[in-house]
């Protein structure tokens, strides 16, 4: 299922991260201005990002110019767990002993109907600007791995 509120559509040549190297999707400027810090987002132009999920590595989005490292997920990540869905506050430690409990399904039926319902803001809100959605299902098969 993609995100209904998303641009998630368009396919777009994926980058390689000038510092590590991997695959990266390319994302929205509305993304990026929403996602890098003041006062370097209000240097954004009209240019080609993407986005590099690498928590190791220093960049966090990219064109063929530049390398913007200073952006909310890199001040989030400092000292704090990983996110699942950044709309609705899911972690993947809260969704993860879900599993567990076996209240999962709730959870995730929640960001679903709220997805169907144009209700979320994966573009702005996550740094990939992708939908969450398909993470919830990664996880559950990590889960069912362990």
Do not use: W
Not at 10 to 38: D, E
Not at 91 to 99: F, G, H, I, K, N
Not at 109 to 115: H, I, R, S, W
């Amino acid at each position: 299922m993609s995100c209904a509120c998303c641009n998630t559509t368009t396919k777009k040549t994926r980058m390689s991260c000038p510092a590590c190297g991997q695959n990266c999707f390319p994302v929205s400027r509305q993304t990026i201005l929403h996602q890098v810090l003041f006062p370097e987002n209000q240097a954004i132009d009209e240019g080609g990002y993407a986005f590099c999920a690498n928590s190791e590595c220093n960049v966090g989005y990219f064109s063929e110019s530049c390398s913007i490292s200073k952006t909310r997920l890199r001040a989030f990540q400092s000292g704090q767990q990983a996110m699942l869905c950044h709309c609705f506050d899911i972690s993947e430690s809260v969704y993860r002993a879900a599993l567990t409990d076996g209240t999962a399904q709730a959870m995730k039926a929640f960001v679903v109907k709220q997805t169907k319902d144009k209700l979320c803001a994966c573009e702005s809100r996550n740094p990939s600007g992708r939908c969450c959605l398909i993470d919830f299902s990664r996880e559950e098969k990590r889960s069912d791995h362990r």
